[in-house]
Structures are given as structure tokens and as C-alpha cells.
């Protein structure tokens, strides 16, 4: 039987303003022991200044930040970053340079017993599979190993808490998709407890658990990646998150919404009564091409993405959405076509509520 | 920057590069062959007499003003460049000021302060019991004092920047890894900034070595005086020649220093896109004391120095003694002027022969022919009037035998010589602001005026000058200003009657005159604010 147990990381009810400007409104989050969370917002959105609380490099203004249980931060206390027993990934990895790969990663180890330490060092250059630049500087590393060294570096004291700031935005996208995988994999293995900001939602949803989607310093949304896909909680995240169209529409029935895209029928996601205007959400996947089909879009813009092509259309209401289809119906610009809205969760949202976001 | 242009021949923009390093190359090739072919009576002599003890001052001095300016230029910069506290902006730019101050100006303020007749012994003289007490200021750590105040800029400025291009990344992540901010400091921010400090060391001591001024006024007998009197007091150009061998191997040592660690830089130069630097705000006593710190280090090194000079400067124009120094000046000008601009002519076509041809030899070459700045002034004026005198014996013998004519020495003694020589010296300094002007310019400008068939030197002319005009006016100002200060060359030099305002002050700093030379002081600081300025304007943006 275990007790329920006590989240490794809390952010209570966190304020933050720099001048007159409120950088972050009252923001509160739970992390259990062993979870990988992640603040997914666009720049600017205060989600850089929350990380920096929680490591120490910035005081608070209100509310508390609890690690292990106990309070590091607070308008009483602010214990330094050295005594909070984090780790962090650096956006420029901000390695130091004097150093060989061996002695960034061994850096953090104290104690005075070399060969424990030598063991460690290799332990964590194994775990990020650089045994061959071992004694490597950072100048003479790609930017790929440089974000290695830098996860090591920060896991080797064997922090309770691991924060990462934007770590795959200095790498190219074909890079930082296969280390996004890799970092979540070793952080697994740990079995470490992250914390990681990105303003990259494919970052996100490879790497956490629970993604925070936050807006001009409040979290909007905290979920997994596929509900917040799935089943944004407002417009903001809806359009932030993923491709697709709001366009306008009108309860006519229980699940029944009649809008751009003809009669459409699902669970909705707000209870609405009937002749409520809402506004609808529709991804690219749920809109298909059927020749037999009474809805008549046109082709807008089209790019073709190899196996299939994502078509903007334009609806008889003249407003637009988007389409993803296989490759091989291939209809050329400003051609009508017939198409059908297959939407089995009708998320909606009240008119007018979008505030940030476009 | 290689421009490659078919039409050109590259062949004569080698020509003046080959000719500018031959000019500086032979002064030093004369030093290191006297080097190499000691003579055994006057090593001898210098050996028994001399040399142990120019050899101990010199490395008094050398470790003295090294850890003085290190620990001065480090910390102001660590403060000014990461922390923050009341005043720093200000004391950022303003410690920078010491600058202005020439060494020997410094040298014969301090002294005439902490004289017996100055200020501060007649102060403490009337107070009975305290005479006793009387300060022997002609001591090395005076020296050292009055020489690290003076040069820590050099150290102040190049660490501060370096700390503040570390950003606060490196320090913030050594926090997350355990370190307290003092061990942040001495772990992380001190051994990145290392190759940055050595360089500004490297420039402090080679100044060090090459001060003439401030050790003479303190009869602190280094190898720069030795030259001199060596030359000047037992007419020894020889025994000259020897000492300044030595000083020159100690010179090119630093100067080889400065080369490996400015190499290093761009390893270290980890900041990608712009560092974000979070300042550490400074609270209670620790910004109290960092703040009364910092104004300390300028009250000592600028602000009393400057007013002891104002106040002694007034007392001479009250007396009547303000237009005494009117024809100095206008030679000092006329000087400054004309080498100012010999330097930008030289420091354009050397330049511009760069850009024509970068080859490796090239550059150089360039390199070769800026070196100058690492040669202190003393020896540079053994180097010149050894050939020169084998030159002109050469020429009178020459025209002798043609027409029977006794000339007596051609170029000896001449404003030319004069001239040849601050070439040499300062060349580095007009030459870097104008080729980094240079550099500037888009090679794709050149081929554009190429395909309009445009000759080099029309290109030079038409394109190049037009857009090098903020570089050279730079190139002219700290060239004058250098000129202005410049006091071995122009002592052991100068032709008679060509006595500049750094003459003047010698002369009267060698008979304890210290209030009549405030004045020459003054405007010699005034003329030094000038660079300062220029230079913080860069800084600031």
C-alpha cells in the first residue's frame, strides 16, 4: 500500500511582474516523482520566467514553489539554486568551454573519491553514447553532441529535479526529432522528474506526460498531449495546437451542428442548447473527399507533403479550412469539390472568447 | 578578404607590403644582431655593473604592476561588467578614464603630492611626532602603484567585456551544478575570461617595459633609462645597442604571450546569438562596498591626479607663466599632424594591398609591419640610428669620391628620422582602425567596380575612401594623441629645437619642477581624453 504521495515538484498560485509588466498571473502546477511535464507556449508567454523560478534565478512575487515537499521559494524564502538540488539543460547549453566533455560532465559530482567519481563520469558518457569524444572540447563538438554533454552534465549529480529550457531549438528539425525521442527515453531510464519549456508543440508532445499549454502567463490547459490535441479546453490552445479551422456554427440538436461543413453530428464538448452560435473546431484529418458529396468546397492553396496533401478550401460560408488528404487525389487550384466533415468529438466553444493566440 | 580581379597585377600591392615590413624589419634586425654578437668587453662591464640590478627592478616591476592590474582590472570589471549596484553605470565608462593619464604625468603628480615640500608630508608635519614618519616615495612599490593605476584599463576593459560576452549562462549553470557564487566566479567565469586577461596583461606589461617616463622621474633605473643614459650619458650607442637587446627579447615574449591567448578567444567565445545577461544585484553593504570601491580606485587614479594639475596649472597662469607654452604645443601639433597622417596614407595602402592580396605571406606581412607597437621607444631609437649612421656615413663617403664635397650627416638628426620612427611605433594603431573600416566593406564592392572596369587604384579612391572615412578620422585622432604623449623617441630623437610638450616635461621633472610641469601635464590629459572618449562611445554601444 503506498500513501499518496506528495508531488515532487508544486507551484502554488505563482505571481511574477517585471516593472509594470505581470510576466506570469498566478500559476499552479503539480508534478508527481518520475513524470515528465512540459510548459508549451509562444515566446514571451512567461513560460522561460516560471522555469527560471522554480531553479531560483528569479524571486517570486506571490504564491509558493514546493520541490521534495519542502518550500524553496516564496515571499519568505528563496533558497539559492545551488541548495535546490535541480539539474538544467540550457537553451545554448552553456557548457563550459575550459573544460573537456569528461570534466563538464564530472563538474557537478563533489565527494573526494576519484575513482567513484571516474565511474561515474563514464556511467553518464555512456548513458548519452559519447565514449568516443570523451575528451573532446566543446568547440570541437556538433551541436548535437553539445546538447548531449549538457543532458549528462545535468543528471550526473543525480538531481530530484531536471529542468530543460528549449534544449532542441539551436539543432535542425531532423536533428531534434530523433533527440527528442532519445532525451525522453534516457530520461526514463533515470527515472527523473522534468520540467521542459518549448514553444515547439512536436517537442512537446514527444518528450512529456503532461503538457501545460500557457498564454500571456497563465496555463490555459494542463493534459496530455492527446487531449490537448484532441479536446482543447479554449480557442487559444485549440488554434495554438495543431492545424485546422474554426469556423462558425449552430446547435440545431442534441450533437448536431449545422455550420460550413453541412449537418454535422457528434458528442459535443460543451453542453449547448439548441440555436446556441458556437464556434467549431475541425482538423485537417477530419475532412475528407467524397464526389458525391452536397458540400462543395474550392481549392484555395494546396501544398503537397509526398503521401498525402493538405488542401485550403474555401466553404460556401467563404470561410476556410483545411484538408488532409492522400496524395493521390490531386485536384488542381480553383476546382470545386465535393467533400464531407467527419468529426466524431464536436469541439465547440462559446462565440467570442478567443483572446490570444492568432 | 581575397578579391580576385584578373585585371589588376597583384604584383605591385606586394611590392608595398614587402617594402612597409622591410622598414620596420630592419631596426629590429639590427637590435637581434647585436643580440646575437655580444660584445665581450661591454657584457663584461654590463654584466659586473649594470645588469643584476636592472635585471632584479625590471622583474620587481614586471610581477609588481601584473598582480596589481590583475587584481584592480579583474574585479572593477567583474562588477562594472555582471553586477549590479548604485553608480554602475557610471563607474562602467568612467574607470576607464586612467587612460588619459600618461604614466609620467601620473609619476610627477604622485611625487609632487607625497614630497617633502607637497601637500601631504606638510600636512602631517604639523602634527608633532608624526615627522619621523617621512616617506621615502622613491621606492618600487611607488613605481608599481603609479604604472598599475595608469595601465589596469587595459586589463579592466578586455576582462569586463569578456564577462559580460559570458553572459549569464555559464554562471547560472555552475549554480545548478552545486557551485555558491564565489566559487561560480573562481571555477567558471575567471578560467573562461583567462585568455582575455592574459591579453590585457600581455598589453600592460609590454607597456611596463617600454616606460621611460615614470621610472626616470623615480629614478627607478630600469633597461629604458639604462639605454639612455648608456647613449646619451657615456656615449656608449653600443652598450645601448646590448641593453636593448635584452628588453626586446622580454618585449617579443609578451608579444608571443598575447598571440597564443588571442587565439584561444574564439574557442571560448561561446555565445551564440547574443548573450542574456542577468545581472547580480548587489544589496546592503556588499553594494555599499562595492560602490565605495570602485569610487576609491577613481579618486586615486583620475580625480585627485587631475585636480592636483588643475589647481598647480592655475597657480602657474596666476603667476603669469600661461603663455610659456604656446610654441610647444604648436610643434607637438605640427608633429602629431604630419605622422597622423603618414600613418593613415601607410595604413591605407597596406590595407588596401591586403585586400588585394590576402595570401598568407601577405598577411604576414602586415602582421610583420605593425609590430612596431611591441617595441619600446627607447630601443626603437638605437634600432633606427644604428643603420641610419652606417647609411649616412655610406652616402657622404659616396659623394665624397664623386664630387669632393664634405656633406657632414644627411638624415641624422632630421624631423624625417623623427617622423620614420613614430611610422614604426604606431603604425598598429592607425593600421587596425582602418583595416577593420576596411574589412567592412563588402568584397562584392571591388568586383561591381571591377566589371565597371575600374582600375585598382581608381578603386581605391573612388569606392574605398569615401567609405573609410569614420576609420581614418579615428586612425588620425589616436595617432596625434599617441604622438602628443610619446616621449623616448621624440627625447632621443628630435632635432635641435624640436623639444615637444613631453620634452618639456622630462626637463622639468628631472630638476623636481613638478608645479611648472602641471600645465603641459594638463593638456597632455586633455589631448589623452580625446581616444578615451572615442573609445567609450564604441563600448556604450
Known amino acids: ?358 | 578578404m581575397n578579391v580576385i580581379d584578373p585585371k589588376s597585377s597583384k604584383g605591385s600591392w606586394h611590392v608595398i607590403v614587402w617594402v612597409l615590413a622591410a622598414f620596420v624589419v630592419i631596426p629590429l634586425v639590427t637590435i637581434f644582431s647585436s643580440f646575437l654578437t655580444p660584445e665581450k668587453d661591454i657584457w663584461a662591464h654590463l654584466a659586473t655593473t649594470l645588469l643584476p640590478e636592472l635585471l632584479l627592478n625590471t622583474l620587481i616591476l614586471v610581477v609588481g604592476v601584473a598582480s596589481f592590474t590583475a587584481v584592480l582590472g579583474v574585479s572593477l570589471g567583474w562588477f562594472t561588467g555582471i553586477c549590479d549596484f548604485p553608480g554602475r553605470r557610471f563607474f562602467s565608462w568612467a574607470l576607464a578614464l586612467p587612460m588619459a593619464l600618461p604614466a609620467y604625468v601620473m609619476a610627477f603628480i604622485f611625487l609632487g603630492i607625497m614630497d617633502f615640500s607637497g601637500p601631504l608630508q606638510g600636512f602631517m608635519r604639523t602634527f608633532p611626532g608624526l615627522e619621523t614618519y617621512m616617506i621615502e616615495v622613491r621606492k618600487a612599490p611607488f613605481v608599481i602603484i603609479v604604472l598599475g593605476l595608469t595601465l589596469y584599463p587595459y586589463v579592466y576593459l578586455l576582462s569586463r567585456a569578456s564577462f559580460m560576452n559570458q553572459g549569464s549562462a555559464m554562471f547560472e549553470a555552475s549554480r545548478t551544478l552545486g557551485l555558491n557564487p564565489t566559487q561560480a566566479f573562481f571555477k567558471v567565469a575567471l578560467p573562461i575570461s583567462r585568455p582575455w586577461i592574459v591579453s590585457g596583461l600581455a598589453l600592460v606589461l609590454m607597456e611596463t617595459l617600454a616606460d621611460f617616463g615614470a621610472v626616470s622621474i623615480f629614478n627607478y633605473d630600469t633597461f629604458t633609462t639604462a639605454i639612455y643614459k648608456s647613449w646619451f650619458g657615456f656615449f656608449s650607442i653600443a652598450a645601448a645597442a646590448q641593453l636593448s637587446s635584452i628588453l626586446v627579447v622580454l618585449a617579443f615574449s609578451l608579444l608571443l604571450l598575447e598571440g597564443v591567448y588571442k587565439s584561444r578567444m574564439r574557442y571560448y567565445d561561446s555565445s551564440r546569438g547574443g548573450p542574456t545577461l542577468v545581472r547580480l544585484r548587489l544589496r546592503g553593504w556588499r553594494a555599499a562596498a562595492v560602490t565605495a570601491y570602485c569610487s576609491i580606485v577613481l579618486g586615486v587614479a583620475f580625480i585627485v591626479p587631475l585636480g592636483q594639475l588643475i589647481v598647480w596649472s592655475v597657480e602657474m597662469i596666476q603667476g603669469g607663466e600661461g603663455g610659456t607654452y604656446f610654441k610647444y604645443i604648436v610643434r607637438t601639433l605640427i608633429l602629431g599632424a604630419s605622422a597622423a597622417f603618414l600613418i593613415c596614407c601607410v595604413s591605407v595602402l597596406l590595407s588596401y594591398a591586403k585586400r588585394r592580396n590576402g595570401s598568407k605571406i601577405n598577411r604576414f606581412l602586415c602582421r610583420l609591419a605593425t609590430i612596431g607597437y611591441a617595441l619600446p621607444g627607447t630601443v626603437l631609437a638605437v634600432g633606427i640610428v644604428l643603420p641610419l649612421v652606417w647609411c649616412d656615413n655610406l652616402l657622404q663617403q659616396i659623394i665624397f669620391l664623386v664630387v669632393h664635397v664634405e656633406t657632414g650627416p644627411l638624415f641624422q638628426g632630421t624631423v624625417l628620422v623623427m617622423l620614420g620612427a613614430y611610422l614604426v611605433r604606431f603604425l598598429a594603431v592607425g593600421f587596425s582602425s582602418v583595416d577593420s573600416a576596411m574589412q567592412n566593406i563588402k568584397p562584392s564592392l571591388d568586383e561591381a567596380a571591377a566589371i565597371f572596369g575600374k582600375t585598382g587604384l581608381q578603386t581605391l579612391t573612388i569606392i574605398h575612401f569615401p567609405l573609410l572615412q569614420k576609420g581614418l578620422f579615428t586612425a588620425l585622432v589616436l595617432v596625434v594623441v599617441d604622438v602628443i604623449k610619446e616621449m623616448p623617441i621624440t627625447l632621443m630623437m628630435r632635432p635641435f629645437g624640436w623639444d615637444t610638450l613631453a620634452v618639456k616635461i622630462y626637463e622639468l621633472t628631472s630638476e623636481g619642477e613638478w608645479v611648472r610641469a602641471a600645465l603641459p601635464g594638463l593638456y597632455l590629459v586633455l589631448a589623452g581624453m580625446i581616444p578615451v572618449f572615442i573609445f567609450i562611445r564604441k563600448m556604450e554601444k
Request: aromatic share 6%.
Open chain 1, 1 to 358: 500500500m503506498m500513501l499518496v504521495d506528495q508531488p515532487l515538484l508544486g507551484v502554488v498560485n505563482v505571481q511574477k511582474s517585471f516593472g509594470q509588466q505581470r510576466v506570469v498571473k498566478g500559476v499552479s502546477l503539480e508534478l508527481a516523482k518520475g513524470e515528465i511535464g512540459c510548459l508549451l507556449g509562444p515566446s514571451g508567454c512567461g513560460k522561460t520566467t516560471l522555469l527560471r523560478i522554480i531553479a531560483g534565478f528569479e524571486s517570486v512575487q506571490g504564491g509558493r514553489v514546493l520541490i521534495g515537499g519542502s518550500e524553496v521559494s516564496s515571499l519568505a524564502t528563496m533558497v539559492p539554486p545551488e541548495n535546490r538540488n535541480i539539474g538544467m539543460v540550457f537553451q545554448d547549453y552553456a557548457l563550459f568551454p575550459h573544460l573537456s566533455v569528461s570534466e563538464n560532465i564530472g563538474f557537478g559530482l563533489g565527494g573526494k573519491d576519484v575513482r567513484a567519481k571516474t565511474q561515474a563520469i563514464d556511467k553518464f558518457v555512456e548513458l548519452v553514447g559519447l565514449e568516443d569524444a570523451k575528451n573532446a572540447y566543446p568547440h570541437e563538438l556538433s551541436g548535437g553532441q553539445q546538447q548531449r554533454v549538457a543532458l549528462a552534465r545535468a543528471l550526473a549529480p543525480q538531481p530530484s529535479l531536471l529542468l530543460l529550457d528549449e534544449p532542441f531549438s539551436n539543432l535542425d528539425v531532423t536533428l531534434s526529432e530523433k533527440l527528442t525521442v532519445e532525451v525522453r527515453d534516457i530520461l526514463k531510464e533515470a527515472g527523473i522528474t522534468a520540467l521542459m519549456v518549448t514553444h515547439n508543440q512536436f517537442e512537446a508532445f514527444a518528450v512529456a506526460d503532461s503538457i501545460g499549454v500557457i498564454f500571456d502567463g497563465v496555463i490555459c490547459q494542463w493534459d496530455s498531449a492527446y487531449n490537448i490535441y484532441h479536446s482543447p479546453k479554449t480557442l487559444d490552445v485549440a488554434r495554438f495546437v495543431g492545424d485546422g479551422a474554426v469556423i462558425k456554427g449552430v446547435v440545431t440538436g442534441g450533437g448536431q451542428v449545422s455550420c460550413g461543413l453541412g449537418e454535422l453530428r457528434g458528442d459535443l464538448s460543451l453542453p449547448c442548447e439548441n440555436g446556441c452560435e458556437v464556434e467549431l473546431l475541425v482538423r485537417p484529418e477530419d475532412v475528407f473527399h467524397d464526389d458525391g458529396s452536397a458540400v462543395v468546397a474550392e481549392v484555395m492553396h494546396k501544398s503537397f507533403r509526398g503521401s498525402n496533401i493538405l488542401y485550403k478550401l474555401k466553404l460556401s460560408t467563404s470561410e476556410t479550412c483545411l484538408a488532409l488528404v492522400s496524395s493521390h487525389q490531386n485536384h488542381s487550384l480553383g476546382s470545386t469539390i465535393g467533400i464531407v466533415a467527419d468529426v466524431g468529438n464536436l469541439v465547440v466553444f462559446p462565440v467570442g472568447t478567443a483572446s490570444a493566440g492568432e
